[in-house]
């Protein structure tokens, strides 16, 4: 073998060596490379992991959020609803009590207006037989009448006016020993006519009774003069 041979082939080892040498460094960066391609993608996964379980866990506290505020509104509206009906039930109760209470007035009046009016006609069948025994006849009546009596003889004439303004609403027998009961005292009847209250018309009647007696040499005890 001559030199040139051998420098050839000397050459081609060479040349065989340094396409080894390549492809070992290709190889070599390739295999780097995959390796910062799958470090890349691993950061990559795990970045994308934590991003979805940040989200996730935003949305599961978004949505207990809402959850609870959702009771809450639940919570409120049924508060109200309760509210609403025990305002309901109290203006329902309060309803019925006024309507007892006035049904109870109205009988009330009733029952008033009732011996009121039985003890008037007790009272008026009293003052005829009064009027019957008093009052034999109406010359002697009067004669009654124009007779003067003599001042200083110590008649004590009492006149009660019949009636009040103010009304007395407790009751009491008609008379001792009745069973009637009555209104203690009243206001009495209206004048049509006249306008005037009861107890304004008797207490004028009185009070001119009152000038009239005196005048005569009585004594006179009012039971009001007002």
Same mark, same amino acid.
């Given at each position: 073998m001559t030199n040139e041979e051998r420098q050839r082939m000397a050459r081609r080892r060479a040349r065989a060596k340094a396409r080894k040498r390549a492809r070992r460094r290709k190889l070599i960066l390739s295999g780097v490379l995959a390796l910062f391609i799958l470090l890349i993608a691993g950061v990559a996964v795990i970045a994308g992991i934590k991003i979805g379980n940040s989200r996730r866990q935003n949305m599961e506290a978004e949505a207990a959020q809402s959850a609870e505020a959702l009771a809450e509104s639940a919570a409120m509206e049924q508060a109200a609803l309760e509210e609403s009906k025990q305002a309901e039930a109290e203006a329902a109760r309060s309803e019925e009590e006024a309507q007892a209470h006035q049904e109870d007035y109205e009988n009330t009046q009733q &029952? =008033?207006? %009732? #011996? +009121?009016?039985?003890? *008037?006609?007790?009272?008026?069948?009293?003052?005829?037989?009064?009027?019957?025994?008093?009052?034999?006849?109406?010359?002697?009546?009067?004669?009654?009448?124009?007779?003067?009596?003599?001042?200083?003889?110590?008649?004590?004439?009492?006149?009660?006016?019949?009636?009040?303004?103010?009304?007395?609403?407790?009751?009491?027998?008609?008379?001792?020993?009745?069973?009637?009961?009555?209104?203690?005292?009243?206001?009495?009847?209206?004048?049509?006519?006249?306008?005037?209250?009861?107890?304004?018309?008797?207490?004028?009647? &009185? =009070?001119? %009774? #009152? +000038?009239?007696?005196? *005048?005569?040499?009585?004594?006179?005890?009012?039971?009001?003069?007002?």
């Open positions: &029952a =008033l207006e %009732e #011996q +009121t009016r039985q003890a *008037n006609i007790e009272n008026s069948a009293t003052l005829k037989k009064i009027a019957a025994i008093s009052v034999p006849s109406l010359s002697a009546y009067l004669a009654a009448q124009q007779t003067p009596q003599v001042a200083g003889q110590g008649h004590i004439v009492c006149i009660d006016a019949g009636h009040e303004e103010v009304d007395l609403l407790e009751q009491e027998p008609n008379a001792p020993g009745s069973d009637v009961m009555k209104q203690k005292v009243s206001s009495g009847t209206y004048g049509e006519a006249s306008g005037l209250e009861e107890y304004q018309l008797v207490l004028m009647v &009185a =009070l001119k %009774e #009152q +000038t009239i007696l005196q *005048n005569r040499g009585y004594q006179v005890v009012m039971t009001r003069t007002d």
